[in-house]
């Protein structure tokens, strides 16, 4: 068992009978009345977010995990394919348990959570940031970069981001995997 004092991002917890993740926390001490520590779990069955208030002091049952290294295969339907990194064995999630499968380029490394009781897969930690290919965008028009205007794109995993209107099709450009936005155009 954990206090609130251990509560941190990426632990897992035990809470109304589901795993969930813990993406934000705030420990939060009000000049009048108890302290209390305010957080956002998602679960990882299911991938529904729900916020949370834990009383100072509150105990919460953690869940001991282990993160091992995946590499992404294929997609086949609403399910996809990663093979472990070290011994080359093959697993198969569920797109629900992925963050941002849109964004999963075939060969990305990721880092998969399992829960250490059963060997269940809780969830897929993807790369920071991903290097994709623009396939289609309207083209680009010289001097379109002093403005914040964005144009909609489509990479080459088949998901739609919103870029500047200077990238045209055949560049390489950087995005968010948190967010799925454009974070910077990559020369090579």
Do not use: W
Not at 15 to 40: C, M, Q, S, W
Not at 81 to 86: P, Q
Not at 91 to 113: F, H, N, R, Y
């Amino acid at each position: 068992m954990a206090s609130t004092s251990d509560i941190r991002k990426g632990l897992c917890i035990r809470y109304n009978n589901d795993i969930y993740k813990i993406i934000e926390f705030l420990h939060v001490k009000p000049g009048k009345g108890p302290a209390f520590v305010r957080t956002k779990l998602k679960s990882v069955t299911s991938g529904k977010v729900l916020d949370n208030t834990f009383s100072a002091g509150h105990k919460i049952e953690d869940v001991r995990v282990e993160t091992r290294s995946y590499q992404y295969l294929y997609p086949e339907g609403e399910t996809y394919h990663f093979m472990n990194t070290d011994d080359y064995n093959q697993i198969t999630l569920q797109e629900s348990s992925l963050d941002a499968p849109g964004l999963l380029k075939e060969g990305e490394v990721v880092k998969i959570m399992f829960n250490t009781e059963d060997s269940m897969p809780l969830s897929v930690e993807m790369p920071a940031s991903v290097i994709l290919e623009i396939t289609y965008t309207e083209p680009g028009v010289k001097g379109n970069t002093a403005t914040n205007a964005t144009k909609p794109a489509t990479v080459e995993t088949g998901a739609e981001v919103n870029v500047p209107l200077f990238i045209n099709e055949g560049d390489k450009v950087k995005i968010d995997t948190s967010t799925g936005s454009y974070m910077e155009r990559v020369k090579e």
